[in-house]
């Protein structure tokens, strides 16, 4: 087993029941053999149209779907997420302060100084002011409530985390931003990411290798560069062209 990765899927198939349903028989299949590695430090790319299994592989990587057979093994503790909207991924009536330590309260083994000492530092990493320590998220702007959902997600200190569609929901220029804070990141803590978007500009940007999904598929994989100059599936240069 290499011992840079960080997480290894094998074989993945993932079932959906439709609600209210009972039975096996009412199952939906949605993800078929499914077979990638992700290594330390690297950021994965994983694109594909709406509908094409991304975001049901991720939240099964993550634990949340139950319906599955192969074998997902993690090779680092505290996997965590990043969502698309960070207004809705924040609660409301809590200030930044609160939301950034509440995943160390979760675990439940830090003291009231370190807490405040790792929320400080995490504001730090991720590019808050101090003075957003008591804001509500409705008092920032878009950048800096991703930014908040970052630092949630980095302050419990995890060697892997899922973006998924993370950037889609900024402007041009926040989003130029955020992509630097995650690429500095990986930089300066060897962070390794799974970054799902539909967006194949910013994949090619900010990506070392990539998993094109067409219908609950991995249809291609290989480094940007290669599988962006190289394509060699039928439906990866489709979605090469209408990036253009």
Same mark, same amino acid.
């Given at each position: %087993?290499?011992?840079?990765? *960080?997480?290894?899927?094998?074989?993945?198939?993932?079932?959906?029941?439709?609600?209210?349903?009972?039975? !096996? !028989?009412?199952?939906?299949?949605?993800?078929?053999?499914?077979?990638?590695?992700?290594?330390?430090?690297?950021?994965?790319?994983? *694109? /594909?149209?709406?509908?094409? /299994?991304?975001?049901?592989?991720?939240?099964?990587?993550?634990?949340?779907?139950?319906?599955?057979?192969? &074998?997902?093994?993690?090779? &680092? =503790?505290?996997?965590? %997420?990043?969502?698309?909207?960070?207004?809705?991924?924040?609660?409301?009536?809590?200030? *930044?302060?609160?939301?950034?330590?509440?995943?160390?309260?979760?675990?439940? =083994?830090?003291? =009231?100084? @370190?807490?405040?000492?790792? *929320?400080?530092?995490? %504001?730090?990493?991720?590019?808050?002011?101090?003075?957003? !320590?008591?804001?509500?998220?409705?008092?920032?702007?878009?950048?800096?409530?991703?930014?908040?959902?970052?630092?949630?997600?980095?302050?419990?200190?995890?060697?892997?985390?899922?973006?998924?569609?993370?950037?889609?929901?900024?402007?041009?220029?926040?989003?130029?931003?955020?992509?630097?804070?995650?690429?500095?990141?990986?930089? @300066?803590? /060897?962070?390794?990411?799974?970054?799902?978007?539909?967006?194949?500009?910013?994949?090619? @940007?900010?990506?070392?290798?990539?998993?094109? %999904?067409?219908?609950? !598929?991995?249809? @291609?994989?290989?480094?940007?560069?290669?599988?962006?100059?190289?394509? =060699?599936?039928?439906?990866?240069?489709?979605?090469?062209?209408?990036?253009?």
């Amino acid at each position: %087993m290499s011992q840079d990765l *960080v997480l290894q899927v094998r074989d993945l198939n993932v079932w959906y029941r439709p609600s209210g349903t009972i039975g !096996r !028989r009412k199952r939906r299949q949605v993800l078929h053999d499914v077979s990638f590695d992700l290594h330390r430090g690297e950021i994965l790319g994983l *694109v /594909g149209e709406s509908g094409s /299994g991304k975001t049901t592989l991720a939240r099964t990587i993550l634990g949340f779907v139950p319906d599955y057979t192969g &074998t997902v093994t993690h090779f &680092t =503790k505290r996997p965590q %997420m990043v969502f698309q909207d960070p207004a809705s991924s924040l609660n409301p009536s809590r200030t *930044v302060g609160w939301i950034l330590a509440e995943p160390l309260r979760i675990y439940g =083994k830090y003291g =009231k100084e @370190e807490i405040a000492r790792r *929320v400080e530092r995490t %504001m730090e990493l991720v590019g808050l002011d101090p003075e957003c !320590r008591d804001r509500l998220p409705h008092q920032l702007s878009g950048g800096q409530r991703q930014r908040v959902c970052i630092g949630a997600a980095l302050i419990v200190h995890p060697q892997l985390i899922v973006a998924d569609e993370a950037v889609s929901a900024l402007d041009v220029t926040i989003q130029a931003q955020i992509l630097q804070l995650i690429a500095r990141l990986r930089r @300066e803590l /060897g962070i390794s990411y799974l970054f799902i978007s539909h967006d194949l500009n910013v994949v090619y @940007e900010i990506c070392d290798r990539c998993l094109v %999904m067409h219908q609950g !598929r991995i249809v @291609e994989q290989g480094p940007v560069e290669e599988l962006f100059d190289h394509p =060699k599936e039928e439906y990866t240069r489709r979605l090469l062209a209408a990036a253009e």
